[in-house]
């Protein structure tokens, strides 16, 4: 147990600082000194090591998917720029060099034992991995990927072959599930995973579920696709119900190692929140410029699970509310540009204070009023109209969760395939399943406080009774769209936040939601269809040719437009 500690102390702290210190420059290394050995590690030692570093990589992607599609802030006018070929390296170094390496180092000691079970869950991890490598960089290295000094330039696979890797592990790894292993990965003592506990039966559902995103991915280049995704609705064996999602479950431990919730660890600080939130997202959760509430009238008129995901640590907004700052917000004496008419712009009224699409000013004194993550999913504060606040182990303490596969997302999904058939209903009927299936979540992450449940019974009627109008308002919107799929797009959106991997993929491949914010920038460039190769890979690998800009579009985008309004926004 001393060997499995001290083993994800220096996990977590390489996760948190991968990006710098645990980053390597060449695709593959013939012996990482940081990384385990076959000759005196143990499975479950690689075990721990994958899944861990598994979480940080989807917590980073998610960030940045989410960054670009306004679930999150994004700082960078230029699209071409906003990400540098550096953004990625680490993240391409923990892909190969740390998570993919160790599970082929794994797999000889699985084979040896017949530990089937770490087996399926390396292959799950895989699969996942290499189609997000596929959905952010297009083609990617993996026929000669791991063939250390024999090639340290290797040649990249096509993404359609990548994805067939992808799928093909996942079915190996349902296989694997199902089998009887003659061993179980040990996390800890107690726990045998920290996903799913050795529940193979859930495992299963999430290789089914993650081979549904793939099909839906690639519906618009595979005629096949969307009666594959079908196929798995109708057998019932994916993630169904939130008791079945997969999430990464972070800690409250402040000290080396820092378990909390990565987005926790941003926020509450002894010198305030170090980052800023979307004002789109919140602009749409309250309602757009007339929502949010009203104390006196009694009218609540945002999504309820604004309070969650975010805690205000001030109200009003100065120079939206009353009267201006300039010190801390600039923009709240200024005119909106042209192209913002309609859009929110500089931050929102009654405390939702973020920064708008690719605005990157410089930072002003205002830590300790900008809006912070909430209690879902970063473990922060509930917004219970308290305000302030703001310290390190504030709320849950960074007890909060990476969602990677979740019930509601899958209903979206059925929504946009029944809208692809033509059966608006159904699609409206899916898309409030999912609604119904994130609010439950949401609203229930953590107990309450007794300040937030008394507010919502004396002024509003009670949160049940909020939920109903919020519902009526979303149908409402549903029956006055122009198009439907804005509607959809916008609440999966909202349901995806903490993980904006999937509202990138549907962004791209279906051109909507055309309703998001611009970009600051009134001619920002083209949209970011799949990002620059990270400078490492690019510079050192003599088979690869770094991309001329970002607008070039993985295989399953069918290239059309860039998304949203106005076209190059």
């Known amino acids: 147990m001393k060997k499995i500690n001290n083993l994800i102390k220096m996990l977590v702290l390489c996760g948190g600082l ?20 076959p000759v005196d590690a143990d499975p479950d030692f690689y075990m721990n090591s994958i899944q861990l570093s598994y979480a940080y990589l989807i917590e980073s992607f998610g960030n940045t998917a989410g960054a670009v599609t ?43 034992s017949g530990l089937t079970h770490h087996k399926g869950i390396g292959q799950f991890i895989e699969a996942h991995i290499l189609m997000t490598l596929v959905d952010f960089f297009g083609d990617v290295p993996y026929t000669e990927a791991f063939q250390g000094a024999a090639n340290l330039n290797p040649v990249a696979d ?33 726990v045998t995973d920290p996903f ?25 280049v595979d ?56 004002n789109s997202l919140m602009d749409y959760m309250r309602g757009g410029p007339n929502g949010g509430y009203s104390i006196s009238a009694g009218e609540f008129y945002a999504d309820p699970r604004i309070m969650f995901y975010y805690h205000r640590q001030t109200n009003p907004t100065p120079g939206i509310d009353g009267d201006a700052n300039e010190e801390v917000l600039e923009c709240g004496l200024q005119n ?76 979206f999904l059925i929504a946009e395939a029944e809208l692809v058939s033509g059966d608006e209903v159904a699609a409206k009927n899916a898309m409030f399943v999912g609604i119904q299936k994130s609010m439950d979540k949401v609203l229930n ?34 029956d006055a769209a122009a198009n439907v799929m804005d509607v959809l797009g916008m609440q999966s959106f909202v349901a995806q936040y903490g993980n904006g991997l999937g509202a990138y993929n549907f962004y791209r491949r279906t051109g909507f939601p055309t309703t998001l914010q611009p970009n600051i920038e009134p001619n920002p460039g083209g949209f970011i269809r799949s990002f620059y190769y990270p400078g490492d890979h690019a510079n ?30």
């Not at 070929?85 to 599970?103: C, E, K, L």
């Not at 990565?262 to 939130?277: D, K, L, Q």
């Not at 008394?454 to 109903?468: K, P």
């Open 18 to 37: 991968f990006f710098a210190s645990c980053e390597t420059t060449e695709l593959d290394l013939t012996q990482n000194p940081n990384a385990l050995s």
């Open 70 to 112: 306004r679930i999150d802030y994004m700082s960078g006018r230029d699209y071409a720029n906003a990400y540098q070929p550096g953004s990625f390296n680490g993240r391409w170094s923990s892909a190969y060099q740390t998570i993919m390496q160790d599970i082929r180092e794994m797999n000889v000691i699985a084979d040896e």
């Open 158 to 190: 096509s993404g359609a072959s990548v994805y067939a890797v992808a799928l093909g592990l996942l079915d190996s790894a349902i296989a694997n599930f199902n089998s009887d292993a003659l061993g179980e990965p040990r996390w800890t003592s107690t």
């Open 196 to 220: 799913y506990n050795g529940d193979w039966a859930a495992w299963t559902k999430a290789a089914n579920t993650l081979k549904m995103n793939a099909y839906m991915n690639t519906r618009n």
């Open 223 to 278: 005629g096949s696709s969307v009666a594959n995704f079908n196929a798995i609705v109708a057998s019932g064996n994916y993630i169904a119900t939130t008791a079945d999602d997969m999430q990464f479950k972070w800690g409250t431990l402040a000290v080396q190692p820092d378990s909390r919730h990565p987005r926790y660890r941003s926020n509450y600080t002894s010198t305030g929140g170090g980052s800023y939130m979307s």
């Open 336 to 411: 909106a540009p042209a192209h913002y008419a309609g859009y929110v712009f500089c931050a929102n009224p009654q405390g939702w204070w973020g920064r708008d699409h690719g605005n990157d000013n410089g930072i002003p004194p205002d830590l300790f009023l900008r809006t912070l993550a909430g209690v879902y999913p970063a473990g922060g504060k509930l917004d219970d109209w308290s305000y302030g606040g703001q310290t390190d182990g504030a709320g849950n303490a960074g007890n909060g969760v990476t969602p990677i596969l979740l019930a509601s997302w899958q209903d």
């Open 445 to 478: 992450f953590y107990p309450r406080t007794e300040r937030f449940d008394a507010i919502m019974d004396i002024y509003f009627g009670g949160l049940a009774f909020v939920e109903q109008q919020f519902y009526a308002r979303i149908s409402d919107e549903w």
């Open 540 to 569: 050192n690998n003599s088979n690869i040719s770094q991309k001329s800009g970002v607008t070039e579009p993985v295989f399953w985008d069918n290239g059309g437009a860039s998304p949203g309004f106005p076209a190059a926004n």
